[in-house]
Structure formats: structure tokens, C-alpha cells
């Protein structure tokens, strides 16, 4: 195959990441795949190693794990063209309610479980002087407007950042970074396996149970977003020479970044005057 390439995605047993994988391979595509348990991601892939897939058992938050993943993966293909940072979990839940340990837990998956990945893929990508890497956000790292999404915007928001300077950083070496930010995309996200509620729910919060309750049961299997299309759309970016910092994916990403966009704007104008009345007199 021309353009082949080989792929490491990760938390690619379920939802966008294993449709990701699947089309990956359709395609033609040399994938590496991590999974927090291999035979889950065997099952679910319906696929064991083979020249073109290598599964992986991985636990993102143990950079010892992370290290090796990337290693087999390199003595397995030789190389990895696009990284896929796809692993994470919704944690629902405001701000006074969770606690320290639901919050930190959910950084430690959605940030530092991709802060690991790219630490220990760069120094291949940097030597080879190419690679495309993809962090998976959410449209909530960017539009946060959200009751009851408080710490899992919070953890998007993070990783917004970190790929912009990721993609300042690794520019001189070849290396694209992009941040995604999906929207309602019809996966098992909302599912229980994957949604997790507040350990120590406060009733007060009528427009955050509200809106957890939608969730769980108005929005999941609903949703409008055909994750087949938002695979293609990632293999097709990374068939580019020249990328996007920014993909919102999904019609209704890009109509509440226009929102967001709007009201910043809106908000610079209007309090303009005050806001840089703060530099030294000449």
C-alpha cells in the first residue's frame, strides 16, 4: 500500500477509538491499539496480532506501561506515523461535589495519560523527522457551558492547551499536533461503562442532575454524529501535509464554538476600554 501508515491509538476498545482501529485496518493501514485489557480489545476489534495490528495492554497512568507500549510498537513496524491520544472517560459531577479523588482521577486519565503518550513517542517522532499526533478532546474543552461537567471540561480544556504548545514545540521537527474536539458522536460514551456519576450527589444542583439525567437517557443513542464519518475524517487529515491546530468535529461542535467565538468577541468590545486601561503612563 502507497500510504501506508502506522497508527498507535489508543483506548481503542470501544467508541470512537474502535471504529477508528476498524477502518484503520479496512483500510489497509498498520495499527498499534492499546486497551486496558488485550482480550477485550481482541474481542471487540475481532482481530489478533498480525502484520498489520498489534494489540496492547496499557495502562496510560504508568509511564513504565506507556514506555514499553511504545517500544513494541516500534520494534513491531519500525516506526509510527499518526498517534491517536483517544483514551478517556466522562466524569459528571460539580465542582463542590466531587471530590479530590474523582477530579484528580480524571486528570490523570484524560491529561496525564496522553502527556505519557506523547512524552515517549516524541523521541521516535523528533528522530524520524515526521509524525502526525491527534489529542481527542471534547467540544466541552472548549465550550464549557455545561452544568455538571465542571472537572471533565476541565480536563479537555487541558489538553486544548497543551496541544497548542505541543504543536509550536514539534513544528520545527516535522511534527504536526492537532486537538479534536468531537461533539455528540453515537458511541457507548454516555453508556454506564463510560459515564461516571458522583459518588455524593447534592440535590440543590436541580440544573446538573437535570442535565446528567439527559444525558443518560435523552442524548445516549441519540446522538447525531456517525463516528464511521469522524474516522474518515481523521484518516483523511492525516493523509495532509498541512493540518489543522484546531478540528471541531461534528456540525454541532462547530455551532457552539461559533457561540463561544461570538461571546468572547462580545465581550473584548465591551469591556475593552477598562480591560487595557492597565499598562504604565508614558
Known sequence: MENQQVWFVTGASKGLGLVLVQQLLKAGHQVAATSRTKQDLIKATGSDQSVNFLPLEVSLTDE????????????????IDVVVNNAGYGQVGTLEELSDSEARQNFDVNVFGS????????PHLRTQHSGKIFNIASVGGFFGNFPGWGIYCAT???VAGFTESLAAESKSFGISATVVYPGYFRTNFLSKESLIVPANPIPE???ARAGQEA???????????????????LIKIASEN???VHLFLGQDAYDMASVKIQTIQTDL??????????NFEN
Open 242 to 244: 498541512e493540518v489543522p
Open 205 to 207: 444542583y436541580v440544573e
Open 64 to 79: 513504565e506501561s506507556v514506555k514499553n507500549a511504545v517500544s513494541a510498537t516500534i520494534s513491531h513496524f519500525s516506526k
Open 156 to 158: 479537555k480544556f487541558a
Open 215 to 233: 444525558h443518560e437517557n435523552e442524548i445516549n443513542g441519540t446522538q447525531a454524529g456517525d463516528p464511521e464519518k469522524a474516522a474518515d475524517v
Open 115 to 122: 502527556l505519557n503518550v506523547i512524552r515517549y513517542v516524541m
Open 269 to 278: 468590545e465591551n469591556w475593552k476600554d477598562l480591560a487595557t486601561s492597565t
